[in-house]
């Protein structure tokens, strides 16, 4: 009989091994890898994987990446995203596709002891390869499609020194489109399952390899006999929550595949813990097959539900799925996930699509994404800043457009930290795939819409990309396409097959401006305008009631504009009269849409600084109008509006936030304000004051003060009184249209709208510009300069507090822009985050601004600070 002692020992010992089993090795092949075209390539795949080849006069590659960045890192092209360099680059349809197809080949150690599996795994290869290592081919039948993962079963193909070699030869699309200026260029590149922004788009330029390569991340993973792949968490969250309350328990559905690798049935545990439970099933796993099991549901007490962005937190929860066998991990797999429940129902008032989360409607605020690089140079940093952007822009939702990609996990993550939800479309546009009649495509829309021309990849690839993402808490719908359907058996088999198996817990919208989202009242696309508009018509002018795309214009300022345009091209941009072009060549050719006449009211512009200084004054307006327009009729006129776009992967000159760099224009911060959570604003069309409530909560004794200023910094209270508003709604309180005529009718003036608690703190600070009679700003041209005085303090090692006091002596101090600089050189530094930028203070007021720079302590840095009526300032910082 065993004593006490023994029996702790026997299970501390069991417990060590278990532990050690764990420790499953899971490594990226990312460094050390060269590649040759294949034209200059004399030998195959079997000598070039031989580690006796010898390839010191190959090219570094970049892996992940794409030839074309191979060939920029090398110094082999010139940067295509300045000037016109693009256009001397050669393009893969006037080379053909031999001249981009490139042989990538890597080093690496390693060995599979008794009982292991080694795997291969690729997260992305455009458009197909052909793999060997060590001298055999490993992939027998052919892999291709940009979006479909691949793991191959290397253990056998493994040196038994361990030296190995992996050789992997990539071939562009078998259709790589002409790129003649239409949106995906003659539509061809629809032809394979890849993107299509590509041949070119009305954002783009081609990009000249169409994105050849392996693109995304290539893995080494060690495994026993049991592969543990593509676990699912479900979460279901019933009944109506609330943010930050006790609440009723959760159900955790997990399902996973196990894929024994062995000529023999093999018994084993599939297990999990949280929340102090662990969950377990025993299982006998058949010979040489992949069996899904699902494990018994787990009820979580008092969940910490995930939100989206200012609703509530973005907690999430972790497990460590295993699968053991006797006394070892065979293999396992660490999950995140958060727990919510996304529902979605028709508002028969507005005829439109209303998405709920966890079951509290939320009135969506998004943005357009693109792609974060248009030569897929991903990484977690960008994303995360890119996404924590968004954020910052108090947006709660981001559609992926179906001319790029399924979003790669590392952008989802940063969704699932800043509460971002996301719709994902699948890959069909109706340029490409045949929705309209087009005279530069190649085919016509009877054959177009059949594309692509492989429906079994193209199922097969959105299958795969279901299992990839579906564990994201952000991931909210999918969408069949960017203004059309999939062809019909696709869409039969995304809608019947792939999510009802695979998911099952999303709403699949089956084409982005579908009436099944929005009803279109007015007939044509269902969507945009694109262009700059009158701020009065985003308040007055009734549009689709859930709008997947309508935007404005987004140019940087000339810190921006002097990143990508050549000196001799720094010019104020003039339209060509009845063209989309402008006079300038670099400035057509990156895109420029043009203002129109909405910068004369400040005064015409003189040269390239002026012009980008006023346009981030009507960037301010655009956006702040655009949202407060959609605000004020929420639940009325609309459940939602996504605008059209707000970044861009390319030094393109419209629809962004801020630039290819990173750097923020005055769009972000109008959007910023105008969607704050709790929002007092001001109805241009018909004098109204009125209070948004983007929160779940009914908000009391909230303070309504309104102010006027004239250009003199003279102030007059239009009036102050205590309100209260519903959960989720909008209320209006009052008109000062005759009043605010009358102020501002000689010269404009200054409109303060501010909420406040009973403590006096500001809830919300929004502050209007208005024009004179005329519709000029008039006043705004002869006022008084106004510096602001600025103190700063360190206040986190990556963070700076910048006091910003305005005297009482002063006018208004218009419109700051403040910059964090490097002192060495005066150049921005990259990313910051400003808790707010572009801001305004009245006389005697004082503001508060945090600055966020990841590096600041590996730098000398200064703020650099300059106004409308403000000449520019460069503050130490202490």
Known sequence: MKTTLQIVKICLFSLLFVQLGAAQQRYELKTDWYCNPVNETQAEGQALSKVSFPIQDWMPATVPGTVLTTLLNNGKVPDPFYGLNNEKIKDIYDTGREYYTYWFVTDFSETAKSGEQVWLNFRGINYSVDIFLNGQKVNPTPYKGMYLRKQFNVTKFLSKEGNNRLAVLVHPADHVGNPNGGQGGDGTIAKGVALQYTAGWDWIQPVRDRNTGIWDKVFIEKTKAVNLKNPHIVTLVDGKRMPGTKQAPATIKVTTELQNTQDHPLSGTLQYTLDGKTVRKDVTLPAQQTTEVALPDLQVQNPKLWWPNGYGAQPLYGIDLQFITGAEISDHEKVTFGIREIQTEWNEHTRSQQIAVNGQKIFIKGGNWIISDAMLRFSEERYDAEIRFHRDMNLNLIRIWGGALPERPEFYEACDKYGMLVIQDFWMSGDCNGRWLDPKKKDDQWTRRQYPDDHGLFIESAADVVKMLRNHPSLAMWCGGNEITPPADILKALKEDVLPQLDGTRWFIDYSNSDEMSYNFKGGNGDGPYGIQDISTFWAEKTWPFNSEVGSVGTGDAASLKRFIPEENQVIPIEMDGTEKVRDEVWSYHKYIDYGDAMEPYGTPTDMEDFAAKA???????????????????????????????????????????????????????????????????????????????????????????????????????????????????????????????????????????????????????????????????????????????????????????????????????????????????????????????????????????????????????????????????????
């Open 616 to 878: 981030q004054l009507v960037n301010y307006n655009q956006y702040r109008g655009l949202i407060e327009g959609f605000s004020a009729h929420m639940w009325d006129w609309y459940t939602g509006v996504i605008i059209w776009k707000t970044q861009n992967p390319w030094t393109s000159l419209r629809g962004q936030m801020y630039d290819y760099y990173l750097d923020p224009n005055a769009c972000l911060y109008g959007l910023r304000t105008g969607s704050e959570a709790l929002h007092g604003m001001y109805d241009p069309v018909k004098g109204n004051i009125m209070i948004a409530n983007n929160t779940f909560e009914q908000q009391h004794d909230i303070m309504l003060r309104v102010t006027a200023y004239d250009m003199e910094g003279n102030d007059q209270q239009l009036t102050q009184v205590f309100c209260y508003i519903e959960p989720s709604s909008i209320r209006l309180i009052m008109s000062l249209q005759r009043r605010i005529q009358e102020l501002s009718a000689e010269k404009g003036m200054f409109l303060s709208v501010q909420l406040l608690n009973t403590e006096q703190e500001v809830l919300s600070d929004n502050f209007y510009w208005l024009p004179d009679a005329a519709g000029n700003y008039s006043g705004l041209q002869s006022m008084a300069k106004a510096p602001v005085q600025a103190q700063t303090t360190r206040i986190a090692k990556d963070k700076i507090r910048l006091q910003l006091t305005n005297p009482s002596g002063n006018t208004v101090s218009f419109f700051n822009r403040i910059s964090l600089i490097d002192a060495a050189t005066g150049e921005r530094l990259l990313p910051t985050f400003y808790s707010d930028n572009y801001v305004s203070l009245v006389p005697g007021e004082e503001k508060s601004i945090t600055l966020t720079y990841a590096e600041l302590e590996k730098i000398n840095a200064k703020i650099e600070i300059g106004g409308w009526n403000a000449p520019k300032q460069v503050v130490q910082i202490e």
